[in-house]
């Protein structure tokens, strides 16, 4: 837990996107969802960037069927305020 939340405060993911249990395409997605709670603009650019991708690659992540149950979790974080 304190890796991600260091990967939040720093908008760097790259460590936990190369351990080997990472779901890489949640870890896009969950950056996409936390993008809406940081004040910073480049926050998204940086973050997406520390893996290796656009903020588009992060948006259009498809976490759809197989993890339906999920996504349905991740995206209730988008409604916080």
Not at 12 to 17: D, G, H, Q, R
Not at 36 to 44: G, L, P
Request: aromatic content about 10%; glycine content about 4%.
């Amino acid at each position: 837990m304190t890796d991600f939340i260091t990967s939040v405060a720093n908008a760097n993911f790259k460590a936990l996107f190369e351990r080997k249990k990472t779901t890489k395409t949640k870890l896009k997605y969950m950056i996409f969802i936390i993008h809406h709670h940081v004040a910073e603009k480049e926050w998204y650019k940086t973050a997406a960037a520390s893996i290796g991708v656009t903020p588009d690659a992060c948006s259009g992540a498809n976490v759809g069927d197989r993890n339906d149950q999920w996504k349905k979790k991740a995206d209730r974080l988008k409604q916080i305020k």
